[in-house]
């Protein structure tokens, strides 16, 4: 059916009778546009949607793999400085036994026996002990400095996930089909004034 017959309808026969092809083409085309225009509307709308959900589904992978390699560099650091601290550590323990075998030589050499020696030892452990403490109160503030960046970095992707989950407005289709039945009502309407006055 082309636009003058639709035309043709919508002023009804008598109107249609006194009025050109061209004025009749234009009422029905302005009729199928009112109709046509919310559902075209409609599924512009949709495919919109469905391209906003596609990209926000890429963006929601690419922060979870930001996130993981986040954490994965947090890790690495913290199993970085522990390999670190353990080494330190075990120096520490090959330097106190060193200086307790030199002390041992020197002991004898000057006939240092008894309390004396005991004394010593002690001083060598003290010392040794003092520096492990201070690794260990070193270590317990880069585990909880690790567990701040971890709980930083969660609630960051956290909030960055809520942002990119927005709801994506979608179509009604209730809708479009109503305001299309509108639209052709209303241009029907139009017609018939049209047609009336062709008709008088």
């Given amino acids: 059916m082309c636009f003058p017959a639709i035309g043709a309808a919508v002023v ?10 061209v004025q009749l ?40 793999a930001l996130f993981q390699q986040e954490q994965t560099a947090i890790r690495l650091k913290e199993a970085q400085e522990q390999t670190a601290a353990n080494e330190e550590l075990s120096d520490i323990a090959r330097r106190t036994q060193a200086a307790m075998g030199t002390a041992t030589a020197v002991a004898a050499n000057r006939g240092i026996t008894g309390l ?17 403490s201070r690794l260990a109160q070193q270590q317990g503030f880069r585990e ?11 609630f960051a992707t956290q909030q960055r996930q809520i942002t990119l989950s927005k709801p994506i407005p979608r179509p ?11 639209g052709g009502l209303n241009a029907y309407s139009r017609g018939r004034q049209i047609g009336a006055t062709y008709e008088s």
């Fill in 12 to 21: 009804g026969a008598k109107a249609a009778a006194s009025m050109s092809a």
């Fill in 25 to 64: 083409g234009i009422v029905g085309a302005s009729t199928v546009a009112s109709v046509a225009s919310p559902l075209v509307s409609y599924a512009g709308q949709r495919q919109q949607a469905k391209a906003q959900q596609g990209y926000q589904k890429q963006a929601q992978a690419a922060e979870d």
């Fill in 116 to 132: 004396s020696l005991e004394a010593l030892y002690d001083d060598i452990s003290r010392q040794a002990g003092n520096v492990q």
């Fill in 144 to 154: 909880t400095a690790t567990g701040m960046a971890l709980e930083q970095a969660g």
């Fill in 172 to 182: 009604s289709l209730a809708l479009s089909g109503f305001q299309a039945l509108s």
